[in-house]
Structures are given as structure tokens and as C-alpha cells.
């Protein structure tokens, strides 16, 4: 702790390093300041109970960072740009040109990938603002809009995506850390007064035991978070001696580090969005005059109501989705090539397929610890609530392991960066 409010001091002091910590503090109070302005019409006390009973709208509101909630006009926040970098690595499965412009073509490459994700967030903004205004309408959220009055909101809503999109990356380049993930923890850190002030008014002295064992658990499980998001197998490497003239190059040992959470949160979203989406068609099926569609979905909604069903499924799916994600995002053909470019290798394994094979063996070994975590913090806010029946006393999911993820970040760049200084 010292180390660190030293490191914040030094950075504070020097000239460069405060100018990036105050432009990211005036991006993120500028992002607060578009979250709290509404589009016009809204039924507030429609629009709490619909979001309080939709567990899908409640996840896009963290990564509008807390927009969505109030129907503002940056209301989809940075959704639609994640959305849109997610699709561009799943179509690297499919494209081997854009996997070479990933893996192979170093910097520029990375940074063609990221322009055509920036694109490909636009009609993705348009197609979501559209299907959000029609669905609020049908809920009442929001009234009848003439058809110049729905182009003119989704022009502005799509609007604000993109330039929260551009905020994002501005911090990125002028600030400190990845500005795209400190709007979402912004929009997560702003949800807390509201939560503790709950938890402050339906205070009884009869549940102070519960509140104590409750902050025990929180620790236990943010400490968890931090060992697991922070652990790394590594491989030793090292790399061949190489003369040229008189000078001798390589043997140097070192190693590959390989993260034991590979995927982030990437699976949870995924788990909850394929989850939710047939909860989403039985809902809409039961308004449909039809008595085998009523049947089905009352099927549907009667087993996905079963908590202990909903949560058994939850964890298959993040375990599964975890492996999945990692191979998509990790080639062990790839490390293999480069090092074997590079005149490296594992010592005792043979450089080409026997090391893919290997960095392969050892990825699935770890990535099933990585999952079964991910799969517990996951569930866990489901078995808070059931055991304390306070839906404000539930530790865990997508918005502690974002928080978790992005402090340590946040703090390992400042770091680095004073570090730099002092050299």
C-alpha cells in the first residue's frame, strides 16, 4: 500500500503524468454528465420495474456504464463497439486473412482490425437504439413516437455511442490505461451510493450477523478475483546461441507466460446472452393468440424460472464458453511459429508441432481452472440472493471481475509509467 501511494504521488508530481490523470478525470465527468441527460418521454417508475425484472437489459446497463438505466442519450454506451470487437475475433476463426492481420502483421495490422471494429460499430449502434426504442414503446417505457421523432432518436443515441467510442479511445491515447474499460467501471462505481443508501434505510439490528458475514464474503471473494485474475503459468523459453563475426547473440533463458483467465469476462456475456435470448422469445411468444405457442412458452418460462435449473446452466455454459473464447483469442500454432522464427524453444520439447502440442496440453490444463472460477463468480450472485433474500446483498458476476480487472490495470500502467520516469 505504501509502494502504491508512493507511485501515485510521483505520478502526481510529475508535470506529463497529472496531465493524463486529469484528462481522464474530465472524460469520465464528462461521461456522467451525457449519462444523466435523458431523451424526452420516459415513465420513470415503467423504466425502473422493467430493468429490475430483465437481467439481460441489466448487463448492457454495465456496459453503458449505468446510461441505459435512465434512457440518456449515450444510453447504449461502449456496447455496441464491444460488441462489434467481439464479432471481428470470432470471424478470425473463420477468416484466415483477418487472422493473419491479427496475429501476423504486428502493430499496423492491430490497428487496420481495430478501424474495421470502429465501422462495424455503427450499424450495430443504428440496428440496437432502433430495437430498444421499439421495445420500450411495446412496454410502455416510452410513448408512441412519430416516425421523424424514432429516426431523430436513434440518430442521436447511435451518436452518443460513437462518441463515447471516441472519448474511450482518447483516453486511451492521452490518459492513463484503456479508456474504453474505465467508462464501463465508472458506470459501475456510480451505481454504489444507490445501492448503499438501500442497504442504509432497510437496516435492522437483527441482521447484523448477515451484514457482517456478508462484507466477510465480499473480501474473501474480491481477494479471490485479484489471485485468479493476476495468475500466470509460465513456460520457459530460451532462446539459441547465434554467432555473426565476432559477436555472440541468444542464450537467453526466459519464459511465456500464460494467464490462467484467459477470457476475462467474455464468457459470462456470452452465457448470459444465449440464457436470456430464449426467456426473450417466450416472452414475446405468449402474447401470440395461439395455444400450442402459449403452451411452449409457458414451458420455456416455467423451466427457466427454476433457480436451480437457471443456475446449473449458467456454469455449463461459462465453463464451455471460457474454452471457447480461449481458443479463439490464443493460437498455440502461432506462439509455436514465432518462436521457432525467433530461434527459440521450450527446453526438452521439439521446436514446430511438438511445442504447439505442448503450449496447447498446458492452456487446457490451466483455462479449466480459469473456467470453473469464472463459472463459480458467476453463480454466486444468484446464491447470495437466494440465501439472503436482499437482492442488494449479492457479491460477485460481470461487475466485480470488470472493477477487479480494470484497478489493477489502471494501477500497473501508473506504475509503469513512473517507473519509466525514474530511469
Do not use: C
Amino acid at each position: 500500500m505504501d509502494t502504491l501511494i508512493g507511485k501515485l504521488t510521483l505520478a502526481f508530481k510529475d508535470p506529463l503524468l497529472r496531465k493524463r490523470l486529469l484528462f481522464v478525470g474530465i472524460m469520465l465527468v464528462l461521461f456522467r454528465a451525457l449519462a444523466a441527460i435523458p431523451i424526452p418521454g420516459i415513465d420513470v417508475a415503467r423504466l425502473a420495474a422493467f430493468f429490475e425484472n430483465n437481467q439481460f437489459l441489466g448487463l448492457l446497463n454495465i456496459f453503458s456504464g449505468g446510461g441505459l438505466s435512465n434512457l440518456s442519450i449515450v444510453m447504449l454506451g461502449v456496447g455496441p463497439y464491444i460488441t462489434a470487437s467481439i464479432i471481428m475475433q470470432l470471424l478470425t476463426m473463420m477468416s484466415p486473412k483477418l487472422k493473419a492481420l491479427y496475429h501476423e502483421e504486428g502493430e499496423a495490422g492491430r490497428a487496420r482490425f481495430a478501424q474495421y471494429s470502429r465501422l462495424l460499430t455503427v450499424p450495430l449502434a443504428l440496428i440496437q437504439s432502433l430495437g430498444f426504442l421499439v421495445l420500450l414503446e411495446r412496454q410502455g417505457v416510452v410513448p408512441d413516437l412519430a416516425l421523424f421523432q424514432t429516426i431523430t432518436n436513434v440518430i442521436i443515441i447511435t451518436g452518443g455511442s460513437v462518441l463515447l467510442m471516441w472519448i474511450g479511445e482518447m483516453m486511451t491515447e492521452f490518459g492513463i490505461g484503456n479508456g474504453v474499460s474505465l467508462l464501463i467501471f465508472a458506470g459501475i462505481v456510480a451505481s454504489i451510493p444507490s445501492a448503499a443508501s438501500q442497504l442504509l434505510f432497510s437496516f435492522d439490528p437483527s441482521d447484523v450477523p448477515m451484514y457482517l458475514a456478508f462484507i466477510a464474503a465480499a473480501v474473501a471473494v474480491t481477494w479471490g478475483v485479484v489471485i485468479v485474475t493476476e495468475a500466470e503459468r509460465p513456460i520457459p523459453v530460451t532462446y539459441a546461441k547465434r554467432v555473426r563475426g565476432n559477436k555472440v547473440f541468444g542464450g537467453v533463458s526466459t519464459y511465456l507466460p500464460l494467464r490462467v483467465n484467459q477470457a476475462g469476462v467474455i464468457p459470462i456475456i456470452f452465457a448470459l446472452s444465449i440464457l436470456l435470448f430464449p426467456q426473450m422469445i417466450a416472452s414475446f411468444l405468449a402474447n401470440v393468440d395461439n395455444a400450442f405457442l402459449h403452451t411452449v412458452s409457458s414451458m420455456l418460462l416455467s423451466v427457466f424460472s427454476n433457480g436451480w435449473v437457471y443456475a446449473g446452466l449458467y456454469f455449463v455454459l461459462v465453463l464451455l464458453f471460457t474454452y471457447f473464447y480461449t481458443a479463439v483469442t490464443f493460437d498455440p500454432d502461432t506462439i509455436a511459429t514465432n518462436l521457432q522464427k525467433n530461434g527459440a524453444f521450450i527446453p526438452g520439447v521439439r521446436p514446430g508441432v511438438s511445442t504447439s502440442q505442448y503450449i496447447g496440453s498446458v492452456l487446457t490444463r490451466i483455462t479449466l481452472v480459469g473456467a470453473l472460477f469464472l463459472a463459480l463468480v458467476a453463480v454466486l450472485p444468484l446464491a447470495m440472493r437466494a440465501i439472503t433474500g436482499n437482492a442488494a446483498l449479492a457479491i460477485g458476476g460481470t461487475a466485480l471481475l470488470i472493477v477487479v480487472s480494470v484497478v489493477l490495470d489502471f494501477i500497473k500502467k501508473i506504475e509503469a509509467q513512473v517507473s519509466m520516469r525514474e530511469y
